[in-house]
């Protein structure tokens, strides 16, 4: 592929050329060669999608960031990248110059789109001449990532980290008050209750200190309340979670439980069990290609070793983590294999109302190779663990 536009700039272009990096050629590669193969099984015409800068799919398809709605097309007899866009000096819905100009190269038959196609970018389609189906293409190319996407979901993830580290040292420099944690006052008075809406508010700033987004996704689960003013108690597992966006669009997904003056007891044995399992599931993705249900019953079976009934609750998830923060592989039946990027979480119940939970990223590599931890800070449920 030679030339062409820009995302977002006015006329027919080829995928985006500006983005010359190494990655860059990498992502639309893998994307041309997925949706090409989707073309040929379908005897479909063309791929197209529209959408702003909000879609996943846009995003992918367009290294350069976008700003205004966008349509883009693969033309699969010309083998080249289409792009219009609301920001073109041309008049009209992207997704209805884009058909036109589809119609004017002789293409007839079917188009592929996602199917999550805005309505209105189908009708434009449809009025052109074409007929629709729906295709997951571009959803399975973006399942394994470039070097440079996972580094992007890397920064993601050391923003959560940061988050996570700061919490924790909130935790580690509480006091306790009658059973219930505390931090200093800024003006010298009795200390402050530390409340779960406090310690969000602590993991949030890190984040955005360390150069991403919340995106909302940070939450503060204490096992004993569901009131975010309501003090943290001692002795309680504390469930922190966040999943920040990075500045190129890309997620992290982190979790950990932190326990202020801990009683061991069920509560380490469920943490010993729950912090085993991660260690098994990476040994079983380094041996090969594993489905994410093998992965999740992996993970639920090492926790069950440590001597838990089928009464007891355990509950397992694993998915891909990238422009969102759950995408393929995310079904039971799609494969965890070398280039994926995923995020395991796993909870066990310690009793009626606390839980252990851990959730890390993990980038699988070459068959036989370790996979690697993203940014992963100490497991630990002591707080001063993380901050080594």
């Not at 001597?307 to 998830?317: C, K, L, V, Y």
Request: proline share 6%; aromatic share 4%.
């Amino acid at each position: 592929m030679t030339g062409g536009n820009e995302c977002g700039v006015a006329g027919a272009a080829r995928f985006p050329e500006s983005d010359s990096t190494v990655d860059g050629r990498e992502r639309r590669d893998r994307a041309t060669t997925v949706v090409s193969r989707a073309l040929a099984d379908r005897d479909a015409a063309a791929f197209v999608h529209a959408g702003t800068e909000r879609d996943p799919g846009i995003r992918y398809s367009c290294p350069q960031p976008v700003t205004e709605l966008t349509a883009v097309a693969y033309d699969g007899t010309a083998s080249e990248w289409l792009v219009r866009s609301a920001a073109d000096a041309e008049r009209g819905h992207p997704a209805e110059r884009l058909a036109s100009a589809l119609a004017d190269r002789g293409l007839e038959g079917t188009i592929l789109t996602p199917p999550r196609v805005p309505h209105d970018a189908a009708l434009y389609l449809e009025r052109a001449g074409f007929e629709l189906a729906s295709t997951d293409a571009l959803e399975r190319a973006r399942a394994t990532k470039t070097a440079g996407e996972r580094e992007r979901v890397a920064a993601a993830q050391r923003a959560a980290s940061a988050g996570i580290r700061r919490a924790a040292a909130v935790l580690a420099d509480a006091t306790v008050v009658d059973g219930r944690l505390a931090v200093d006052a800024s003006d010298g008075a009795d200390p402050d209750p530390l409340t779960p809406a406090r310690l969000r508010i602590a993991i949030d700033e890190a984040v955005v200190g360390a150069g991403a987004f919340p995106a909302g996704n940070t939450a503060v689960n204490p096992g004993s309340s569901t009131d975010s003013d309501a003090p943290l108690q001692r002795g309680d597992p504390i469930v922190l979670e966040t999943a920040p966006r990075g500045p190129a669009g890309y997620y992290g997904g982190l979790a950990r439980t932190l326990v202020v003056d801990g009683d061991g007891g069920r509560e380490r044995r469920v943490h010993v069990g729950v912090t085993q399992s991660f260690r098994s599931a990476r040994s079983m993705l380094t041996a090969g290609t594993e489905s994410v249900t093998a992965v999740e019953a992996d993970l639920e079976a090492e926790v069950r070793s440590f001597g838990f009934s089928d009464g007891d609750a355990i509950e397992t998830r694993v998915a891909g983590v990238g422009l969102e923060p759950r995408e393929r592989p995310v079904a039971g039946g799609d494969e965890i294999g070398p280039g994926t990027v995923v995020r395991l979480d796993v909870a066990a119940r310690v009793d009626a109302d606390d839980w252990i939970r851990i959730a890390d990223v993990m980038a699988v590599t070459d068959e036989g190779e370790r996979p690697d931890w993203l940014a992963a800070p100490s497991q630990s449920l002591a707080p001063t663990a993380l901050l080594d």
